[in-house]
């Protein structure tokens, strides 16, 4: 069985690909830009011109569901399988989700329930995974162990430059910014349900997204509710959850925080930089007694 793999260099390809390895499954990568996942017409004819030019291909693998490329695997009548990493992924919101081409894999069980009637029997709860001979490869030397030895460490984004709401918040009137604020601060108190969605309403959706100067893409159907909770207020939240997680547990153990953000404003947080996820990351995950992962406030809660 030979599948072809649409390479965008995310950390888990290593892995998936060893574990096809193992299975038994060859793995052509196809690697090319790709600037628009719906529309990127250069990155749609190599893929269909690298396609024509192989044989025996049995299927095409990507992580994380990209619409240009279940385009082109309707188009030669090729199963397209993707397995998603993010949660949420917004490219499920394509109506191109449908095709009979495609089987989804959603690692996120809510996310998986959601999204399976659009294509009944084509869309499927599939959890993460990790390749464990990677951590054996990328053991830490005594001078890493060292540099990285922490009580408590958190790798990730803070959300604090790559969040939408604070670009939008300014443009909202008072009430509507009093509004997010309360439902922020009343999300922080609370884990098992979230609380975001259900207090949107059609009507605030809709002026929120008349503040925000948002543009549905065509041929999208997203639920503007969902939309707005997880998009714009989860990842807010999460900021917020962040932030608030770490200066606490700052002040009680020796933690170190592996992001691209900048943190000059909470001078508890010990900011290392950011942690190549190939390199670095396995080093600090076994030079440290805990490694924090900070859920974000999407169906995860």
Sequence with gaps: MTIILCSWDNLMEPGIISGFSKLGISVTE?????NDYDTDADYLNALSAFLLA?????????VNYIPVV?????AHRIPYLSWTVDCPCLTLYSDTIAYPTNYIFLFDRVQAVKFAPYNPG???HLPLAFDPSFFDEHKPTEKERTKHSCDVSFIGSLYIKNNQYDSVSSKLPSHMQGYVDGLLSAQQQVYGYNLLKDSISDEWADSFLRYAEFQILPNYRPDYTDFIADYYLGYKC???????????????????????DDTFCYPEINNLGIADSTTVTPKVFASSRIN????????IV
């Design 292 to 299: 924090l992962n900070i859920s974000l406030r999407m169906f």
């Design 30 to 34: 196809f690697k090319h830009p790709l």
């Design 54 to 62: 192989q044989t025996n291909v049995n299927a095409v693998f990507s």
């Design 70 to 74: 279940a385009m082109v695997c309707k």
């Design 122 to 124: 084509h869309i499927f």
């Design 238 to 260: 999460t900021q917020l959850d962040r932030i608030h997680i770490l200066r606490q547990v700052s002040q009680l153990a020796k933690t170190h925080t592996y992001t691209t």
